[in-house]
């Protein structure tokens, strides 16, 4: 690859990966003071951003395959456009150390930016800290207060948020797709009435859930300063503002924290189920009557170590918390103002707004699992397991989120491959019942493009949708459908990418010599390992050199192959 511009354009539908960083021109700090003073400025040498001074913290995950690329992509793309590095790229794993990564880089960053940009590092220091006090949170500078009104929760989470969110109602009790008897993980379907939604197929939804209610119950019974948590109650702080005349303090509403009750608060606003970061354990460990809680927790959060092993052993959502540590009953105030948002949590549409007309059809994996290895407590997935407990006619807030680089091709003439394991297939389900409603209009007489689609689970049982698409086959929508069993007994382990493989000789004349689009829908890992696979076919096939392929797989990303976002 030649440069970030053809990078960017390949990657606005894929994951950001392969970047040639060893191409890029390194411009120490000596070098880049040296040229704005005396040497005449290029673009060739500088770039647009040479007046720019830089540093970048990526994030990520080392769970999965390539790690902080966004971050990598970020810093490559600055250096390259002349942007000068204050310091070298630094990274934080969410599975280790993420935040400590992120309070040694801080202050460093800060030191260097003060000595770049000739600021005294202490007065500066001095100033942030005192701006901070005057920001710190105490009981002294929060509080909780009674209020008459309210809004409707769909208005507070728009704001919360930011987002269009919209109340619609579950049209019924969502299915288990494998069967009420089974005894199988429940994969279900979600279908919503949406009057006025609008969508195509490949889009997203944002679902907005409720935490539990027995770990809210549990939660409120800890606080203090709590006495009726369904009264509508405002946050407040406690601002001072300096004048000329003097420092004047006043309470001020919380900018972003809605005006409603404690519960409503807990139940939809606030994330209580992610273990609690170790600033959040700072603030309970000072409100524990017993010494050895406090002591206990003051472990957690000096000792890295420690609170890694604690946190990826135990996964405790704050109910766990304050039972580990039962005299530990921190203020609702403090605690309100220290949670995260609850996000949302996004999946395919698994429906066409042809064939559902004001429905919104959502096929999603109930999760279940057990903490400690499988010994310890029993935990749930969010959204899954609130979207599981719904009943027909109750309350959903959720917005669209467009996909337009996973929107179904405009070019019925080329062939398409579909492929997607497990809930993977959600979309897809979308794009044959458009294709099947098309096909049944009298005044669309395009023909349908060849489609074939690979699915895989683990057993027969699990085979989402089969009845649907027998049909679809029958029917002509569907060219062929080929399933992949992973834990089938007395069946070769086989996954999509093992079925890509057999037909391999077909998938070329598909992808190259048909120009057909392929789309992969499901974990990053899985089509990581789908993208491979049809590269190992071309490379085979043409008999081309690795930079070759490389560079006719990029080009391909732009037209050709589309990885689904998202949650499938």
């Known amino acids: 690859m030649g440069s970030s511009k053809s990078f960017m354009k ?76 204050l310091l070298k790229l630094s990274f934080g794993d969410e599975m280790c150390g993420q935040e400590q990564a992120f ?46 009104e309210t809004a409707p929760i769909e208005q507070l989470l728009s704001k919360f948020h930011n987002k269009n969110v919209a109340k619609y109602h579950l ?113 309970f460990g000072t409100y524990c009557e017993d010494k050895v809680d406090a002591e206990r927790i003051n472990i957690l959060v000096n000792e890295s170590s420690a609170y890694e092993d604690w946190r990826h052993w ?51 994996a109930v999760v279940k699992y057990k903490v400690e290895d499988g010994d310890g407590a029993e935990h749930f997935g969010v959204c899954s397991n609130y979207l599981e407990g719904l009943d027909e006619g109750e309350e959903i807030y959720m917005f669209i989120r467009s996909a337009p680089s996973f929107h179904m091709p405009n070019d019925n003439t080329k062939p398409v491959i579909l492929i997607g394991p497990g809930t993977g297939i959600a979309p897809f389900r979308s794009f044959w019942q458009d294709w099947e409603m098309k096909a049944l209009e009298e005044s669309d007489n395009k023909r349908m493009p060849k489609v074939w689609l690979f699915f895989g689970c683990r057993t027969k049982e699990l085979d989402l949708y089969r009845e649907e698409k027998d049909n679809m086959v029958k029917v002509g929508i569907l060219d062929r459908v080929f399933l992949a069993l992973s834990r089938e007994k007395d069946i070769p382990k086989t996954y999509v990418q093992d079925l890509a493989v057999r037909e391999s000789e077909a998938l070329y004349e598909i992808v190259v010599l048909e120009k057909g689009h392929v789309y992969v829908c499901g974990d990053v890992t899985m089509a990581e390992h789908v993208y491979q696979t049809i590269r190992k076919i071309i490379a085979k096939k043409e008999d081309k050199s690795e930079a070759e392929v490389e560079k006719y797989m ?10 689904g976002k998202g949650k499938c």
């Open 10 to 85: 390949a990657n606005s539908r894929q994951d950001f990966s392969k970047i040639a960083f060893q191409q890029v021109k390194k411009i120490d700090r000596l070098d880049s003071l040296r040229g704005s003073t005396s040497e005449t400025l290029t673009e060739e040498t500088f770039g647009p951003l040479s007046n720019v001074r830089f540093a970048v913290f990526a994030l990520g995950s080392s769970a999965y395959p390539n790690f902080c690329a966004f971050g990598k992509y970020v810093d490559n793309i600055l250096g390259e456009l002349g942007g000068e590095r």
């Open 103 to 148: 309070r040694k880089w801080a202050p460093e960053v800060f030191k260097v930016a003060c000595e770049t940009f000739c600021l005294d590092p202490d007065e500066t220091f001095s100033d942030a800290s005192f701006a901070l006090q005057n920001e710190s949170l105490t009981l002294n500078t929060v509080r909780l207060i009674s209020f008459k």
């Open 171 to 283: 049209k019924r009790k969502p299915v288990n797709l494998h069967g009420e008897n089974s005894t199988a993980r429940a994969t279900i379907r979600v279908e919503i009435i949406a009057p006025g939604v609008n969508y195509e197929p490949g889009d997203h939804v944002g679902i907005f859930p409720a935490n539990r209610k027995d770990i809210v119950d549990g939660i409120l019974k800890r606080l203090t300063g709590v006495d009726d948590p369904d009264e509508i109650s405002q946050l407040q702080i406690l601002k001072e503002t300096h004048t000329s005349n003097g420092i004047f303090k006043s309470w001020e509403p919380h900018e972003k924290i809605p005006t409603c009750s404690i519960r409503t608060l807990l139940t939809r606003f606030f994330d209580i189920t992610t273990p609690p970061s170790r600033q959040l354990l700072t603030l």
């Open 314 to 364: 135990k996964i405790p959502h704050l109910l766990d918390v304050l039972e580990e540590f039962p005299s530990c009953k921190p203020p609702a105030s403090l605690l309100l103002a220290h949670l995260t948002p609850l996000q949302p949590r996004f999946y395919s549409i698994s429906s066409s707004l042809k064939k559902y007309r004001d429905g919104v059809h959502l096929t999603v």
């Open 554 to 563: 990029l080009s391909m990303r732009v037209s050709t192959i589309f990885l």
